[in-house]
T-cell receptor, first 117, second 112 residues
């Protein structure tokens, strides 16, 4: 079945360490997104990519990095520069442009819980 | 900068009351608009979406939303809520450049 797979589901990290969260999709979607979800703040956009080898900063990109070497993969690295990394991270994908048809659907992964200890 | 605003952070109402949640965005150009719901302990679920055509969109579970282009708004409504509508509701906007942003969410509590 088509969908988005995020891994790991739970991750603990020591302060000062970088950690990479995986996001893979087999939906053949061009666009992929990373969000973090914190209570009372909704989903905040970290990075997004509309096409392979291209990505843009979202609203809270500081302390994060991404790559888009393959269409199906969009890994997120939480670096030691991220001051408050403990959060729930959500990956999503969709078609890249606004669609006049009804086919534009956003798919979400199941999320990754990152805890810094 | 583009943004999505949800007016209420918390809403408490009784069963059978009507619900309206506000959503405004500050995007120019063509947008796609969405409302998502997140029930306690569950993942995001799409309620409805607008791309073009009739500005009144009907979704699942009796929800509807109206796109008012002149007001940059996409408010969510339900005529009569149930206890099972207790959840967090998110408005989302996707611009023509591909950026997909969510509002901060509105926590809705429906009391029996």
């Amino acid at each position: 079945d088509g969908g988005i797979t995020q891994s790991p589901k739970y991750l603990f990290r020591k302060e000062g360490q970088n950690v990479t969260l995986s996001c893979e999709q087999n939906l053949n979607h061009d666009a992929m997104y990373w969000y973090r979800q914190d209570p009372g703040q909704g989903l905040r956009l970290i990075y997004y990519s509309q096409i392979v080898n291209d990505f843009q900063k979202g609203d809270i990109a500081e302390g994060y990095s991404v790559s888009r070497e393959k269409k199906e993969s969009f890994p997120l690295t939480v670096t030691s520069a991220q001051k408050n990394p403990t959060a729930f991270y959500l990956c999503a994908s969709s078609t890249p442009e606004p669609e006049r048809r009804s086919g534009n659907t956003i798919y979400f992964g199941e999320g990754s819980w990152l805890t810094v200890v | 900068a583009q943004s999505v605003s949800q007016h209420n952070h918390h809403v408490i109402l009784s069963e059978a009351a009507s619900l309206e949640l506000g959503c405004n965005y500050s995007y120019g150009g063509t947008v796609n608009l969405f409302w998502y719901v997140q029930y306690p302990g569950q993942h995001l679920q799409l309620l409805l979406k607008y791309f073009s055509g009739d500005p009144l969109v009907k979704g699942i579970k009796g929800f509807e939303a109206e796109f008012i282009k002149s007001k940059f708004s996409f408010n969510l409504r339900k005529p009569s809520v149930q206890w099972s509508d207790t959840a967090e509701y998110f408005c989302a906007v996707k611009g023509s450049w591909g950026k997909l942003q969510f509002g901060a969410g509105t926590q809705v509590v429906v009391t029996p």
